[in-house]
């Protein structure tokens, strides 16, 4: 009978221990009929959509605005500020309104569903050429998955 080494063991409870620390969390969500990973430390609240009141001469990405969480929220289409090929989906029970983190700015994003929560290594995902509103891809079992980069809806 082998004897068993507590330090040894120890030593692998303490490296996955660090593996999990390193995951990032990725809500995978659908856009514009397009599936996206969104980083969670980018999104304030995930919330069911509500009555957006329209902004008189607005620009047509913008949705509406909506009080939430006390703050009077932007909603826009991520499709049309991100120029994604297809239109936003009508409003289904599976539609959400994503609330996301900035300093100055109260802004949320209409996406037609959120699928799942990932958890991945930031190293496991491969670096976009251009800097558009993809940050990289990551491969998944679902495919070639972009992660969006959340700045670009603001700029």
């Given at each position: 009978m082998s004897e068993l080494n507590l330090d040894q063991l120890q030593?692998?409870?303490?490296?996955?221990?660090?593996?999990?620390?390193?995951?990032v969390e990725y809500m995978r969500?659908?856009?514009?009929?397009?599936?996206?990973l969104v980083p969670v430390a980018s999104v304030l609240s995930v919330i069911r959509p509500q009555l957006l009141t329209p902004v008189p001469?607005?620009?047509?990405h913008l949705l509406g605005v909506t009080n939430a969480r006390g703050q009077i929220f932007c909603i826009?289409?991520?499709g049309k500020t991100l120029h994604l090929p297809h239109k936003l989906q009508t409003e289904t029970s599976m539609s959400r309104l994503?609330?996301?983190?900035?300093?100055?700015?109260?802004?949320?994003i209409w996406v037609e569903e959120v699928l799942d929560l990932l958890r991945i290594l930031p190293s496991d995902i491969e670096e976009a050429k251009e800097?558009?509103?993809?940050?990289?891809?990551?491969?998944?079992?679902?495919?070639?998955?972009?992660v969006l980069r959340v700045e670009a809806l603001f700029e």
């Open positions: 030593a692998a409870k303490d490296a996955t221990a660090n593996e999990q620390s390193d995951l969500v659908i856009l514009n009929a397009e599936t996206f001469m607005a620009p047509d826009i289409d991520p994503l609330l996301l983190r900035h300093a100055r700015v109260h802004l949320g800097k558009t509103h993809v940050q990289g891809v990551l491969q998944t079992k679902y495919g070639a998955l972009p």
